[in-house]
């Protein structure tokens, strides 16, 4: 299923809201200052040695009573969608667009938009969009890349953006739950968590959880154009240690240093993490901002939610490939290829590319085509956006030749990718496309433990009030 919700303007008290968040919450400085996990909220548990329940997945969970022991007295109270908008909008939300102040002459081309989002990714690549799980479901939010200004929000008749994007931009995929918690096990391992030993509030019906979601393979074949034609550089074949499929361009002037494929494959893997981290990190300070609490973590196996192992969990119910055998390394086996039509990630062989030459057709098209960044004519996507560049240095831009793939480098793409699936069945190698494994759980705190267990000071004002002043 995709459902998308309708837009519709802010109502008064939305735009009062809209209002005090861009206008009159505490600054950076004082955020940092009392900036930190804040793990239980209304309606959780922790070490109370009572059996609950868990309403999505119909486990039974237990955790032994302990020197923490508490049981929130209220119910969970979810998120009004006054808050949700504001955490995803603070992870990855529009907000003008990017500068794109790098040489010409010094990989121009890498980029395929330049759209603008909150948080900042490699090579601007757009390869990473937000899931949210809550009760109603689980969606994506993609505001896409349409943008009206250099600087999208410079005012309060600009605050209702917000709104608008989350209405406009998530996309429901699941209408449930997914059916994952802390007593998710493998059939024969009872004492393996899945989901952390720590995390007995996973999923828990009430909250909202923020879970970037990357396709990891955009960026590592859009940059392999660029690190070929303007790096100089090529891959090596690990078992090997000769050219992968490239030989024929290895010399001065086209391709000529050499990295191994693990080496570069890791690089990406790691590269592409970062947007995570600084996304996450924005919905702490928009949580903190608000007085919701949060927590964030890792310790969970993505592959299993995303529902690569239906035999455990159906989870989110991606559709996924079969185990590749000639994986290299098992961390290469699983692909998943997420949700068809909303997002999906990138690997050759797919539906989408089943070879070396669609794949670099579509990296190639995606900056160069009519509408794109790089269009040589009057559909190109700064001059219709009028920005970010005035539009003689747009056209002087996309006529230097310096902005141009080389011919043989889109040659030497496509070889690298069919050797790699001739020998190692996917390229990728080593490593899933889809990666979601760093995210927030957001929700309206119980004072009554930190109360309880500790001296009440890291307690702000602005969560002891946020009832009042944002309900």
């Keep these: 299923m995709a459902v998308t919700h309708a837009a519709s303007a802010p109502t008064a008290e939305e735009q009062r809201q809209l209002k005090a968040f861009f206008e009159h919450t505490r600054t950076l400085p004082s955020l940092l200052s009392t900036l930190r996990s804040r793990r239980v909220a209304r309606g959780y548990h922790i070490e109370s040695g009572a059996q609950e329940t868990h309403a999505a997945t119909g486990h039974s969970l237990h955790q032994p009573k302990g020197p923490l022991a508490f049981a929130s007295e209220h119910d969970v109270e979810p998120l009004i969608e006054f808050e949700e908008p504001i955490v995803a909008w603070s992870a990855l939300g529009p907000n003008g667009m990017v500068h794109w102040d790098n040489a010409t002459q010094g990989g121009f081309h890498e980029l395929s938009t330049i759209a603008g989002r909150t948080a900042a990714a490699p090579g601007n690549s757009f390869a990473h969009e937000l899931l949210i799980i809550k009760d109603s479901g689980v969606y994506i939010y993609a505001p896409g890349d349409e943008r009206e200004k250099m600087v999208e929000i410079e005012g309060e008749a600009d605050y209702g953006k917000v709104l608008r994007w989350y209405r406009e931009g998530c996309t429901q995929i699941l209408d449930h739950r997914p059916d994952i918690d802390w007593m998710t096990r493998v059939p024969g391992?009872?004492?393996?968590?899945?989901?952390?030993?720590?995390?007995?509030?996973?999923?828990?019906?009430?909250?909202?959880?923020?879970?970037?979601?990357?396709?990891?393979?955009?960026?590592?074949?859009?940059?392999?154009?660029?690190?070929?034609?303007?790096?100089?550089?090529?891959?090596?074949?690990?078992?090997?240690?000769?050219?992968?499929?490239?030989?024929?361009?290895?010399?001065?002037?086209?391709?000529?240093?050499?990295?191994?494929?693990?080496?570069?494959?890791?690089?990406?893997?790691?590269?592409?993490?970062?947007?995570?981290?600084?996304?996450?990190?924005?919905?702490?300070?928009?949580?903190?901002?608000?007085?919701?609490?949060?927590?964030?973590?890792?310790?969970?196996?993505?592959?299993?939610?995303?529902?690569?192992?239906?035999?455990?969990?159906?989870?989110?119910?991606?559709?996924?490939?079969?185990?590749?055998?000639?994986?290299?390394?098992?961390?290469?086996?699983?692909?998943?290829?997420?949700v068809p039509g909303v997002f999906e990630s990138t690997y050759v062989p797919s539906p989408r590319y089943p070879d070396g030459a669609a794949l670099c057709k579509a990296m190639v098209d995606d900056k160069y085509n009519p509408g794109r960044?790089?269009?040589?004519?009057?559909?190109?996507?700064?001059?219709?956006?009028?920005?970010?560049?005035?539009?003689?240095?747009?056209?002087?831009?996309?006529?230097?030749?310096?902005?141009?793939?080389?011919?043989?480098?889109?040659?030497?793409?496509?070889?690298?990718?069919?050797?790699?699936?001739?020998?190692?069945?996917?390229?990728?190698?080593?490593?899933?496309?889809?990666?979601?494994?760093?995210?927030?759980?957001?929700?309206?705190?119980d004072e009554a433990f930190y109360d309880k267990y500790y001296d009440g000071s890291s307690v702000t004002p602005t969560i002891r009030s946020h009832m009042r002043d944002w309900h």
């Design 189 to 338: 391992c009872p004492n393996a968590s899945l989901f952390g030993p720590y995390q007995y509030n996973i999923n828990r019906p009430g909250t909202t959880w923020f879970l970037p979601i990357c396709d990891v393979g955009w960026l590592y074949f859009s940059a392999m154009l660029n690190l070929f034609d303007a790096w100089h550089l090529y891959y090596v074949d690990d078992a090997t240690q000769k050219p992968a499929g490239v030989e024929k361009w290895v010399g001065e002037g086209k391709l000529e240093f050499p990295i191994a494929i693990s080496q570069v494959e890791q690089f990406f893997l790691q590269v592409e993490t970062y947007p995570p981290g600084s996304m996450v990190q924005n919905m702490r300070l928009a949580a903190e901002t608000l007085g919701l609490g949060n927590w964030i973590f890792c310790g969970f196996f993505d592959d299993l939610l995303m529902g690569a192992f239906p035999d455990v969990a159906k989870g989110l119910g991606m559709v996924t490939e079969p185990i590749n055998a000639k994986a290299m390394t098992a961390a290469g086996a699983v692909t998943v290829r997420g």
């Design 373 to 445: 960044c790089l269009s040589k004519g009057d559909d190109n996507w700064m001059l219709r956006h009028k920005g970010p560049f005035k539009p003689d240095t747009v056209r002087e831009i996309v006529n230097h030749p310096a902005v141009q793939i080389s011919d043989w480098a889109k040659e030497a793409v496509v070889a690298y990718v069919d050797y790699c699936v001739e020998k190692y069945g996917r390229c990728p190698v080593t490593f899933n496309p889809m990666q979601c494994n760093f995210g927030a759980v957001v929700h309206h705190v």
